[in-house]
């Protein structure tokens, strides 16, 4: 069976325009998405932490890791099935494009749903793992319990948000996003200030939103918009094991931070107990807007890096690559500056009337903080290989970042250095991560200006 879009264009508007035109409409609109969903996460923990409390804060982030393992599946799967459909586009072949979208989609919303079901089966164990005991247990169990049920839908919907990024339609992304963020917030409100519904309530306004964008999304495909379209889902020979090898860094990257988040609720409930899980809950919004706006600038990089990929359009590819390590660092030094010095004064707004609380933000903060001055180029680094097809580089710059070193820095520094050693182990693992990404970018770099296949001037 052949499928034909006569009506689509063969190839998105990025391909075309301007590099650092392309780069910043593709990204801006990315970034903005990406704070508003980090923006949602701390509304959820404004709600919580004053109706709930930090007893409440603290349960929640005891089972982000959980989040991760699904966030880990769906950017893999999303990740691995547009680089290969961006490769598509860049050849002029939209229909085949389109083939491995319907693929990608449908196995993403199966897998999550799949993944779902394995864990409200066993969630009792998974408590237990999540370290959630005596006042935490019942508070972490109604939150997870309840987002179980809706963690297909926005997976589904990451999915769905990355692709219509990866064809320059990131305004798109972006609409669906605060529609489904604004009906968080009002149900935030409603659940938790009038109802009074607890953790479960805020789990409850999550899941719906996610269902509210999801469907946003299907329309604007169903509508016929997009580049991209449902059709009859299949994968070809090697193409599922290549998506899914592709991404793998992006599933390292996740599963990499629910090991260390555990790792850090462990160390932090042993050195400070809930208090101090509760302070790290806070850094980590501080944490998550930095990391959200790099993604913004790696998902503005990618299907850039991928079609000129395509096209063989190496020096394409480099002036991508150099508007973004700039603008990563820029975002780094202007995230450091905040949490070294805003960051008490941030801690007082989610958890009023703690000051003890506040302080613990405020000294963990201006040591974690810099790690920022370096995780803009290591992060974006890793997309870049990503798009290019080289997933083992792309895997050893993500596992050393977010596990291999951070988790090695883990378990020693705290030994050496007490708590301060726990928020010291950040900054210890992105510098040792820059030193192995520097002279991989480098090399790559020399390759593209040396091949004579990939001489084509860049579009400024």
Known sequence: MSYTHTNRPELPAIATMPVARAFFSNAVPAIVNMVLTTSIIMVDGF?????????????????????????????MTGVGGSTLAGHR???????????????????????????????????????????????????????????????????????????????????????FSLLGNVVNVVLDWLFLAVLGMGTEGAATASGLAALVATGGALAYVLSGRSVFSFVRPRFHPGELPSMLGNGSSEMISQLSGAIVLWLFNALLLEHLGAS??????????????????????????????????????????????????????????????????????????????????????????????????????????????????AARESALVSFLRSLGLLGAALLLLPRLFGTAGIWMSVPFAEAGSLAVALPLVLRLQKAFKTNSQYQSEPRA
């Open 47 to 75: 709600f919580i932490g004053r109706y709930v409390g930090p007893e409440g804060l603290a349960a929640v982030n005891l089972t982000v890791p959980v989040l991760y393992l699904f966030l880990g599946f769906a950017v």
């Open 276 to 389: 101090g899980v509760a302070a790290f809950a806070v850094i980590g919004y501080l944490v998550l807007l930095e990391t959200m706006v790099l993604t913004g600038f790696a998902i503005g990089l990618g299907p850039l890096v991928a079609i000129a990929k395509g096209a063989g359009d190496g020096a394409r590819i480099l002036a991508s690559w150099r508007i973004a390590r700039r603008a990563g660092f820029v975002v780094g030094v202007a995230g450091w500056a905040f949490a070294s010095f805003a960051s008490g004064a941030f801690a007082g707004l989610l958890v009023p009337d703690r000051p003890e609380i506040a302080e613990l933000v405020s000294q963990g903060a201006r040591i974690l903080s810099l790690g920022f001055l370096m995780n803009g180029y290591t992060m974006l680094a890793s997309a870049l290989f990503t798009a290019l097809g």
């Open 89 to 175: 586009l860049g050849a002029g072949d939209p229909d085949d494009a389109a083939r491995i979208f319907s693929a990608t989609i449908v196995f993403l919303a199966a897998g999550a749903a799949l993944l779902a079901l394995g864990l409200a089966f066993f969630l009792d164990p998974v408590l237990f793992l999540l370290k959630a005991d005596g006042a935490l247990l019942p508070l972490a169990g109604g939150y997870l319990g309840r987002m179980l049920w809706f963690y297909a839908f926005s997976m589904g919907n990451i999915g769905l948000m990355i692709f219509f990024r990866g064809e320059g339609k990131a305004g798109w992304a972006l609409l």
